[in-house]
């Protein structure tokens, strides 16, 4: 049995929140042995039990799986009367690009095969939220209603899917809550990896419900099918708390999952049966095994990107197709989870905006990271990238492959240090001439050219991820970003992660709660002694004044561990560039 299931295990946390015992020593690893660790972490999404009592649920057990039979016939309806219809999807920072990135390829499909479209996202945070992080909209319960109002006006039938890896987002809580409230027209579904006796439950400011406590009531609905809770357990993450890794992965398995048997029922009459749903588990697992099959060359990449990191330089990914939009969804998640600059890992998408196809059009007006297509790489970027930087291409061999010459050729005369990731079928060769043009190739080998009934690039796009959440933790964790296996200098931007920063403080420092909460706030606010305001001011404030600042954590930590006041902890951390050093070298020094 795995020993994070025992009930002394971090008995205080959720399953999504707990520190993963395969990673423990991860931050001392080598780019080999992190590509190892994180293909076992990510092994884990397909694991058939936890322990011999099914304690826990996981993707392919019968009551998860016949959940999926269910939605799978209601994405069928809805594609019989599509004009009064729609399927939102909506959530919060990697959970909202999932739910964008689904909706735009699912009614690509639908185009292609000239149906109307019935696919609908929302973001915490709106579209810039694509890109940056914009985690403070996470705490609206109102917010979120508001905008799941607004989409659905005029819809007679709407299948909204509230996506919160935790379960514990206060804007899908609001969500759902609207929708339990006009059951005449809304199926309300959760997708989230813990079980509902540990959803979040704490107080949400200024509104009378907590998640679990709409878990509750959805789960008396979902006696009578009306509403549906699909929240298989996956473990703990590589990374403790980083569900854009194994969290992100399984939400899109299980929605395209879901998407595609729905569509093959409506266009092909193929009955939807569990056996169904199963093989597209096994074929998800495949991508796994394919993917991981090259770790030495993921882990090469790793060591590069690591390197670059380590002299400030940046990582750029230039991407074609949906790949292009993995690469955008990777980077936006350094910044949370990193503590990263917007600059540090940036993604860029072929045709920019007219391919992103998002709700709010073009944003490249509201500032320099808004500029994502090739061309803005060209202008913006090229003329300015130095020897630490890396450069990225990711794609696949059924892509414009003149195009991508071109622009290879072009990055080439600035840097050598260009590498690409990609996609080959049998049916397709890669010219020589442009593999020369990269200083390494990294080749993911598939059977055959996807086929849009088999959701086209989705495949290819799961493979993406695993290789590009690779490359960003790898790197950051060989930068120093992380100790054992938690984020050192997490953006303590909304009330998920202010709570998880309280957390680390206390496991490392073994202080008292009080302690490392005056220590976190004298962190955020700056300040030797805090005054009656800043102790006073709610957990919304503090995220507030915490987003404009940097080395919130390891400053808060460092003050812990050395007793000491702010200005020492600071001069301490700028003595060691490497975060990691610097709180091993205070630990140390407190244990003499
Ligand atoms: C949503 C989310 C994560 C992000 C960060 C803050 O989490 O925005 O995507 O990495 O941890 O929270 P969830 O609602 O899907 O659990």
Same mark, same amino acid.
Request: negative net charge.
């Given at each position: 049995?795995?020993?994070?299931? @025992? ?21 001392? *690893? ?86 109307? $479209? ?18 403070? @909209?996470?705490?609206?319960?109102? #917010? ?25 987002? +206060? ?55 009306? *509403? ?46 569990? $056996? ?6 096994? %074929? ?19 060591? $590069?990107?690591?390197? =670059? ?26 910044? +949370? ?8 890992? #940036? ?54 492959? #003149? ?68 490359? =960003? ?21 909304? @009330? ?7 957390? %680390? ?6 202080? =008292? ?8 706030? $004298? ?20 995220? %507030?004044?915490?987003? @404009?600042?940097?080395?919130?954590? +390891? ?21 060691? +560039? ?15």
């Amino acid at each position: 049995m795995e020993t994070w299931i @025992t009930a002394g295990y971090e008995p205080s946390l959720p399953v999504t929140e707990k520190s993963n015992p395969l990673t423990r020593d991860i931050d001392k *690893a080598d780019a080999k042995h992190i590509v190892h660790l994180l293909k076992n972490c990510d092994a884990e999404i397909f694991k058939k039990e936890w322990d011999a009592h099914g304690s826990y649920q996981t993707l392919s057990s019968e009551s998860v799986i016949q959940k999926m039979v269910h939605l799978a016939k209601k994405v069928e309806e809805i594609l019989k009367d599509p004009e009064e219809s729609l399927i939102v999807m909506s959530g919060c920072g990697t959970s909202g690009r999932l739910a964008f990135l689904l909706a735009t390829s699912f009614n690509g499909l639908l185009k292609e095969l000239q149906h109307d $479209q019935i696919y609908y996202y929302i973001i915490a945070g709106g579209d810039k939220a694509l890109l940056t992080s914009q985690e403070s @909209t996470e705490d609206s319960p109102q #917010r979120g209603a508001e905008m799941l109002r607004m989409a659905c006006e005029g819809k007679k039938r709407v299948l909204f899917i509230g996506i919160s890896c935790g379960l514990s987002a +206060p804007f899908v809580a609001g969500q759902i809550d609207f929708c339990m409230h006009n059951m005449n027209v809304f199926t309300p579904v959760v997708i989230g990896f813990n079980p509902v006796k540990m959803a979040r439950n704490e107080p949400i400011c200024g509104w009378p419900l907590t998640f679990r406590r709409v878990l509750k009531r959805m789960e008396e609905l979902q006696k009578s099918n009306e *509403a549906f809770i699909i929240n298989p357990v996956l473990g703990p993450e590589a990374i403790s708390g980083s569900s854009r890794l194994k969290g992100g992965s399984a939400t899109k398995i299980v929605l395209e999952t879901i998407f595609l048997a729905g569509h093959e029922a409506f266009f092909s009459s193929k009955n939807i049966t569990v $056996q169904h749903i199963l093989n597209w588990m096994e %074929i998800y697992k495949d991508v796994h095994t394919v993917t991981y099959s090259q770790s030495d060359k993921i882990a090469f990449l790793v060591q $590069q990107v690591g390197e =670059s990191l380590q002299q400030s330089g940046h990582v750029y990914y230039v991407g074609w197709s949906s790949l292009g939009v993995m690469g955008v969804i990777d980077a936006s998640e350094c910044i +949370p989870t990193f503590g990263a600059d917007i600059e540090d890992v #940036r993604g860029f998408i072929w045709k920019g905006y007219d391919e992103l196809k998002n709700n709010e059009g073009d944003l490249s007006s509201v500032g320099p990271a808004f500029r994502i297509g090739h061309v803005d790489f060209v202008n913006d970027i090229l003329p300015h990238v130095s020897k630490s930087d890396i450069i990225i291409f990711l794609f696949a061999l059924d892509d414009d492959l #003149r195009d991508i010459e071109t622009l290879a050729n072009q990055t080439k005369l600035k840097t050598s240090n260009l590498h690409a990731v990609y996609h080959a079928y049998p049916e397709c060769s890669f010219p020589i001439d442009l593999k020369k043009v990269f200083s390494s190739v990294l080749s993911v080998a598939w059977p055959a050219v996807p086929l849009v009934s088999e959701g086209y690039h989705i495949k290819q796009e799961l493979s993406t991820k695993w290789i590009l959440n690779a490359i =960003s933790t790898g790197g950051h964790i060989l930068k120093g970003k992380i100790y054992c296996n938690y984020m050192l200098d997490l953006k303590v931007t909304n @009330t998920k992660l202010f709570k998880r920063a309280v957390n %680390i403080l206390q496991k490392f420092t073994r202080c =008292s709660y009080s302690e490392s909460l005056k220590a976190l706030l $004298q962190a955020i606010y700056d300040v030797e002694e805090l005054t009656g305001a800043m102790t006073d001011a709610d957990v919304i404030e503090h995220t %507030i004044a915490a987003s @404009t600042r940097t080395r919130v954590l +390891p400053t808060a930590l460092v003050i812990l561990i050395r007793r000491c006041s702010i200005s020492e902890a600071k001069s301490r951390l700028d003595a060691h +560039p490497v975060i990691r050093e610097a709180v091993e070298a205070c630990l140390a020094a407190s244990q003499d």
